[in-house]
């Protein structure tokens, strides 16, 4: 829904009439498709995220009890996605690349079509879009750290471990900052499938003001906002799933140590 100018069959209207001529025209696992990247490349993604989160937010005195520090919480969240970023680039590239309509006649995987971006493109092309993505990710992680640990605090002052807080508010702070930052993930798009586009002028495109411009005169401002519905539904159970297995595991541990430290 965020390309700029695309095929006839590739024009979807919303999240059922896409997903039903995706599905209709192109198979089911179509729906999947670039899934194998961002296996790859979330793992160590997220574990340089939360690593860096706790140690800033440890740094500015974030983790006391009871307290709500929201410049911790915003703080942190930019430094780990900055840091985090840096890494998942290539494989959200790469991710891009392979939903485009029909990319399974071009790339037969997700090796194949890095060496296809880079034969053409050269390692340029995997980070054109990083001060992009920074401007829309860096938002987007310290309003929903934010959101996050003022609703979780609220709900839970003792910050003891709590899954229904926990789910509760990362699905609402996660909905709460794709929905403020979708104009920057449509240009993010822009950039990151620029190589495939037919559209001359699009594929000269370098730049977050040069995307901002080339949409605008096109679209206008509500081309700022396209894909935004499916964006906040599928971060609010993303963010949901991610900060519970998060609190969950970070719970485990500290019990884990506790009892070890009591039992020695």
């Not at 059922?16 to 670039?34: D, V």
């Amino acid at each position: 829904m965020q390309i700029i100018n695309p095929t006839p069959g590739a024009v979807y209207n919303g999240v059922i009439q896409g997903t039903y001529r995706m599905a209709s025209t192109e198979g089911i696992l179509s729906l999947w498709r670039g899934m194998s990247s961002v296996i790859i490349g979330a793992g160590p993604a997220h574990a340089v995220y939360f690593a860096t989160y706790e140690a800033v937010k440890h740094l500015m005195g974030g983790n006391r009890v009871g307290v709500h520090h929201p410049l911790a919480a915003a703080t942190s969240g930019a430094c780990a996605t900055i840091a985090s970023d840096a890494l998942m680039n290539p494989f959200d590239v790469i991710k891009q690349r392979m939903q485009i309509q029909n990319s399974a006649k071009i790339y037969r995987s997700v090796f194949d079509c890095a060496k296809y971006v880079y034969r053409n493109e050269g390692l340029a092309a995997f980070y054109v879009s990083y001060p992009t993505t920074l401007s829309m990710t860096v938002p987007f992680t310290a309003l929903q750290f934010l959101a996050y640990e003022s609703i979780s605090t609220s709900m839970n002052p003792t910050k003891k471990y709590d899954p229904v807080t926990h789910c509760a508010a990362g699905a609402v702070a996660g909905g709460f900052a794709a929905a403020l930052t979708t104009p920057m993930d449509v240009i993010k798009t822009m950039l990151q499938t620029r190589g495939s586009a037919q559209d001359a002028e699009l594929r000269t495109v370098n730049g977050f003001v040069a995307g901002c411009r080339l949409l605008y005169r096109r679209e206008g401002a509500r081309g700022f906002f396209k894909g935004l519905r499916p964006r906040v539904l599928t971060t609010m159970p993303s963010t949901a799933i991610c900060w519970s297995a998060y609190e969950a595991s970070k719970a485990y541990f500290i019990h884990h140590n506790d009892s070890t430290s009591a039992s020695s």
